[in-house]
């Protein structure tokens, strides 16, 4: 176990000071800039001043029109002596010009690298002020690039110079610990979702442009990364479709996309996938689906699962990172190891031929995203979070 992580309940004062809010994030669509938007909308919605520092306007910013929220632009420079932009300093640049013009309280990088760093190097440029600054780890930024010797000192000290460190899942707090070796607490605090926005309820004429009245509705949303392993949703297809009609519906892009395209050809499943690339607005083909599948071989936490739970839809995903602790195996879907296709695929029939399994599997997963990843909960903590960076910034951390 590592240090101590700050002790937090969402049992917080009727109202809380409005301050300045800046979020460094990924604006595309991965997990880690969905729920950086989404939680910075809820600051917004309950007064407090946003700004987003992006190098594009976020994927789920789907409604610019809130007086309080603001998109700042990275712009980088392409110069010859250099093999690539400058971004984490145009990134920097960017945030210290917004922290002295706006009076910035809390900067929220998600990701250590590099948007802590740029973040951490901000702070230290500004001259008006030191605002806090509270890192959110969401997963590759310690397993993939924290291990990789080139940034493993960077992603440490970003995490280190932080004022607060969160992470999505307890899995990813404890590898923290284990692969960097940092000695700061982490506090983890789950993502959540909008349980009004994803909630159960079927939309046939969604529903009937993907696939015929017999036929199961298969669901994968994703960035199409390697670790997704897109190939495996397919192969689940070709199996489960031997078997019970299917259809399949993948959302997302990413460079394994056309791999799993010329996959589903070769499988003879091209004409029973379809491929919609990447939007915001997923919430009426998730509940219109039978079932989610997420078979990665590596998920932080797993956001596009829960927001099939709280849709009414089971998950059929693979038993790692911090996957088990959104999905209850057995109880609001099944989780079997990764590359395992026959198994993953045999759970996916288990649910398309159990009606009453599938119902019961559907009402626990909106049960349990509606309670233990409520919306109120998870802000409450953020609030915290943002007060004690405050407290440890006023301090001089």
């Given amino acids: 176990m590592g240090p101590g992580a700050l002790s937090l309940t969402p049992d917080l004062a009727e109202s809380t000071k409005p301050f300045t809010l800046a979020v460094l994030l990924h604006g595309g669509a991965g997990g880690s800039g969905v729920v950086a938007t989404e939680t910075a909308l809820r600051f917004a919605r309950a007064g407090h001043d946003v700004h987003f520092i992006s190098n594009r306007v976020p994927f789920r910013l789907v409604d610019r029109s809130d007086a309080n929220v603001w998109v700042h632009q990275v712009e980088t420079l392409a110069y010859p002596l250099f093999d690539a932009p400058l971004t984490t300093l145009a990134e920097a640049s960017r945030l210290a010009e917004v922290i002295e013009t706006y009076g910035v309280d809390v900067v929220h990088a998600h990701y250590a690298v590099p948007h802590a760093t740029a973040a951490i190097l901000a702070r230290d440029m500004v001259t008006t002020h030191r605002p806090a600054v509270v890192t959110t780890l969401h997963g590759t930024d310690v397993t993939l690039v924290g291990l990789d010797r080139a940034y493993l000192r960077a992603t440490r000290h970003a995490i280190q110079r932080s004022d607060v460190v969160t992470a999505v899942s307890h899995h990813l707090r404890q590898q923290t610990y284990d ?17 009004t926005r994803f909630r159960p309820g079927v939309d046939m004429d969604v529903r009937r442009r993907f696939a015929r009245d017999d036929e199961a509705l298969l669901l994968h949303v994703s960035n199409f990364r390697p670790v997704k392993r897109t190939c495996d949703v397919v192969r689940i297809l070709a199996e489960v479709n031997a078997h019970v009609p299917a259809r399949l519906v993948m959302v997302g892009d ?3 996309q056309p791999k ?17 690339g990447a939007f915001p607005t997923v919430e009426a083909i998730m509940r219109s689906a039978d079932v989610f599948l997420l078979p990665s071989s590596l998920e932080a936490f797993g956001l596009a699962a829960l927001e099939a739970m709280a849709s009414g839809v089971p998950v059929v995903a693979t038993s790692v990172g911090g996957i088990p602790e959104v999905v209850e195996d057995g109880v ?12 993953l695929a045999g759970a996916v029939r288990t649910l398309l031929q159990d009606d009453a399994l599938h119902a019961r599997m559907a009402a626990a997963g ?3 995203a509606v309670t233990t990843f409520a919306e109120e909960n998870v802000t409450h903590m953020y609030a915290e979070v943002y007060e004690a960076a405050r407290n440890a910034s006023s301090s001089g951390k």
């Fill in 332 to 343: 609001s879907g099944f989780l079997r190891e990764p590359k395992d296709v026959p198994a």
């Fill in 254 to 256: 990413g460079p394994e």
């Fill in 366 to 368: 909106r049960e349990r």
């Fill in 260 to 276: 799993a395209s010329a996959l589903a050809r070769d499988l003879g499943v091209g004409d029973r996938v379809t491929f919609l």
């Fill in 179 to 195: 692969v960097l070796g940092v000695e700061c607490p982490i506090q983890a605090i789950p993502n959540t979702v909008d349980a």
